[in-house]
């Protein structure tokens, strides 16, 4: 079957489902593959529910005509995802990034939703499987259109581009980030810079009849460089040409800024969200909202699912930041946690994964920032900080997650302000269960 057959049983349908048990009736479920699972085995049962149809690529699990069989189910859902871009023809705003896409990419959609009705990415679905579904969510009351994009080696995002077809893109910071499938700093450098790359083969639009461009931190040099030639709409808190011209920023804790005389107080910890929201406005002005609608926008945020969230607890103060960490973002995080005003201060940090053969001198490196700063007890958790261990007073190492409960179980903090921060496989929002 054509995609642009199976494209008009999508328009009957209420839209895509790749979980069946989130499925509901007249819902189109496309069975995917992956390690340890094989959502071809339930097509009857995505059926018996009320599925619209089922597509599959396993023949073993045909059942009727409304069973569709196709060659691979995934990227049926990409081409599928694509065709449907196509039709909506809409602007999108792609955007990537080491660390701060998921703060920008909510950040943006809270600003321009005051004056047009836009989607965005759900959570961080920004993978190869995240990005379609997000595509096909999109509807015809959709004005904008914005798509964050993941990637933890090199042509993910060239690819995703090829789904989603942006008009503008933003890539929010070159880090220390996924270093082992990219292959080291200079390999995330060229990874992330495919988006730019892509805006650059595809820049005049020629459906739309203008431009393709970029967002950028005019603040940032390998922004700068990477974008060279490419139609921009820049913002800086140091150069007063740029577009958007952030004039004061201010953090204690949270960060203030001001814009053209309109001062914004933010819900966002630290000087590294700085960026996250000039890039919000600077999006916002370029759609035309309004400027007092832009702060509203910005004030009402609250950071939720584990990202600098602020938390009291019994007699604590505690900053969670357990979502993830890579050598970028974790240095950043402590920098803004040893500025922060407070007498009695303590850090739980874990490891941070995927940094292949720079994971331990990169761990060592984070221990170095604080291994003097003997007024504040820092608790260091996972093989490879462990595997980094030195003799400090103030600093302890537990291989596993068990003997820091053990240890924090036996001496409660109190009276704390708490830092808790580390990659995702760490789950660290478990040690709030514990204080």
Excluded: W
Aim: net charge negative.
């Amino acid at each position: 079957m054509k995609i642009s057959e199976i494209y008009q049983l999508f328009t009957k349908s209420n839209g895509i489902v790749i979980d069946s048990r989130k499925l509901q009736k007249n819902d189109l479920f496309i069975a995917l593959k992956g390690e340890n699972f094989d959502a071809n085995t339930f097509a009857q049962q995505a059926l018996d529910k009320g599925a619209l149809c089922v597509i599959i690529d396993n023949p073993d699990y045909y059942i009727d005509k409304q069973t569709i069989l196709v060659e691979d189910s995934l990227k049926t859902l990409q081409q599928l995802a694509h065709f449907h871009r196509k039709q909506l023809n809409l602007p999108i705003i792609a955007l990537t990034g080491s660390n701060g896409k998921t703060t920008t990419k909510e950040l943006i959609n809270t600003v321009l939703s005051q004056k047009y009705q836009t989607k965005a990415t759900f959570g961080n679905l920004n993978n190869h499987i995240g990005v379609p579904l997000t595509l096909l969510s999109f509807n015809y009351k959709t004005e904008i259109g914005i798509v964050e994009m993941g990637a933890n080696h090199q042509h993910e995002i060239e690819f995703l581009c090829q789904i989603a077809e942006p008009n503008f893109g933003y890539i929010t910071n070159f880090g220390k980030a996924h270093l082992e499938g990219f292959g080291g700093f200079e390999g995330v450098i060229i990874g992330k810079s495919e988006l730019y790359n892509y805006i650059r083969s595809e820049e005049f639009d020629e459906e739309e009849g203008r431009q393709k461009q970029v967002f950028i931190n005019l603040d940032d040099p390998i922004q700068v460089e990477k974008s060279e030639g490419l139609k921009q709409f820049s913002f800086s808190f140091k150069n007063q040409n740029a577009n958007i011209f952030i004039d004061s920023v201010e953090i204690n804790p949270f960060v203030k800024v001001r814009f053209e005389e309109v001062e914004i107080q933010s819900n966002l910890l630290g000087e590294y969200n700085t960026p996250n929201i000039a890039a919000a406005i600077a999006i916002g002005k370029y759609f035309k909202v309004d400027t007092l609608k832009i702060k509203k926008a910005i004030e009402n945020y609250i950071p939720t699912n584990n990202r600098s969230q602020i938390i009291e607890k019994n007699s604590n103060k505690i900053i969670l930041d357990a979502y993830n960490a890579n050598p970028s973002s974790m240095k950043a995080a402590i920098e803004n946690f040893l500025n922060l005003e407070g007498k009695s201060k303590m850090m739980i940090l874990g490891d941070m994964f995927e940094l292949g053969k720079e994971s331990l001198n990169e761990h060592k490196n984070i221990i170095s920032l604080i291994e003097n700063k003997k007024d504040i007890e820092v608790l260091f958790v996972g093989n490879d900080f462990y595997s980094n261990s030195i003799s400090k007073e103030h600093l302890r190492f537990f291989k596993s997650f068990e003997t820091l409960k053990e240890y924090i179980l036996t001496k409660k903090p109190v009276n704390k302000e708490i830092l808790i921060k580390g990659s995702r496989g760490m789950a660290l929002e478990r040690v709030l269960e514990l204080l």
